[in-house]
């Protein structure tokens, strides 16, 4: 898969079927619009190509306004949504940063100067509330009028559905929020998964004596906060169980940054520089202030005890499914 930042690139000459959109954790709606992209594009000899954009608009707008709390809490890092969009078999990702020349664009030059100068589009696949171009004054109707009259096709595909649940970056962020990891996992088709390479910290969880995988976060507000049960890949053959800390870690640091922290269970080694994939897989609390180091290991020692038990538990059910 090819990724470019910006369609100001010779590779991009060639006619492409698109789709358009922020793809935040990719989750099965998202793979649904996919898929038929892909088709599509394969049955009308095109490049299957994904618009998205960097940063998430409605980061850009509530920075603009001042208010960083309206922006949506973010399910996936930009690696994690290529990494998932290049699954999904598409041929080009092309990210656009998101800004104020962007954002005053209107509909119609979005049309001609992104969708036609910039991308050559011959198929054009949105989704059913999808909007486009300065004040979102652009719609479906006006995309698939401006296709008739300019020469591309225009599709839409409606809302999915998983047990007459819709499945949405929304939805997926509510589940992360709760808590309720087995319902991301569902909506995603997958784990939540949190992927970065092994950055040196301050070595305090070896002090402990829980040495930690430190992998820092681009975005301060993740969709998931806690310490979880996870299985890490990327450091042996096989997955390694774990326990992970996302948060601000409240009790040594007040620098408001974003931090997970992986203590990987009867597992050794130098992990610094590798490119590690968490799955998060059972909440086990949420973050919490703790008076002490003192107190803060007891926490981390009930959290491991407490994985350790979830694993076993989790292990004999799979083992007795399968008899």
């Known amino acids: 898969m090819q990724v470019f930042r910006g369609f100001h690139h010779a590779a991009l000459a060639t006619p492409s079927a698109v ?7 990719v989750h099965r709606g998202h793979q649904a619009m996919l898929a038929l992209l892909v088709s599509e594009a394969r049955h009308r000899k095109l490049a299957s190509c994904v618009l998205t ?7 850009y707008f509530a920075a603009m306004q001042g208010m960083p709390d309206l922006a949506p809490a973010r399910v996936a890092s930009l690696r994690d949504k290529l990494a998932e969009l290049e699954r999904c078999g598409v041929d080009r990702v092309v990210v656009l940063r998101f800004n104020q020349q962007l954002a005053s664009l209107p509909a119609q030059d979005f049309i001609q100067q992104v969708l036609l100068d910039g991308l050559h589009a011959r198929y054009v696949l949105v989704g059913d509330d999808f909007r486009f171009g300065a004040k979102r004054v652009g719609d479906y109707a006006m995309l698939d009028a401006q296709g008739l009259r300019l020469g591309f096709d225009v599709a839409r595909l409606n809302a999915y559905e998983v047990h007459g649940q819709r499945v949405s970056s929304s939805a997926v962020r509510q589940a992360l929020a709760s808590g309720d990891m087995t319902l991301a996992a569902s909506l995603l088709d997958r784990p939540y998964v949190i992927s970065g390479h092994v950055q040196h910290g301050r070595k305090l969880g070896r002090t402990l004596g829980f040495p930690t995988l430190n992998l820092r976060l681009a975005h301060a507000r993740p969709a998931a906060r806690g310490i979880f049960a996870v ?8 997955p390694l169980d774990g326990v992970s800390s996302l948060g601000l870690r409240p009790t040594v640091d007040d620098s408001g940054r974003v931090l997970l922290e992986t203590y990987v269970l009867d597992w050794a080694g130098d992990a610094y520089g590798k490119l590690v994939c968490v799955e998060l897989l059972h909440k086990l609390r949420d973050e919490a202030r703790y008076d002490s180091l003192d107190a803060l290991t007891a926490a981390i020692a009930a959290d491991v005890q407490q994985a350790r038990a979830w694993f076993a538990i989790t292990r004999r059910h799979t083992s007795s499914s399968r008899i």
């Open 19 to 25: 789709s358009i959109g922020n793809f935040d954790g």
């Open 53 to 59: 954009f960097e940063p998430h608009p409605r980061d």
């Open 231 to 238: 299985r890490v890949h990327g450091l042996a053959e096989q």
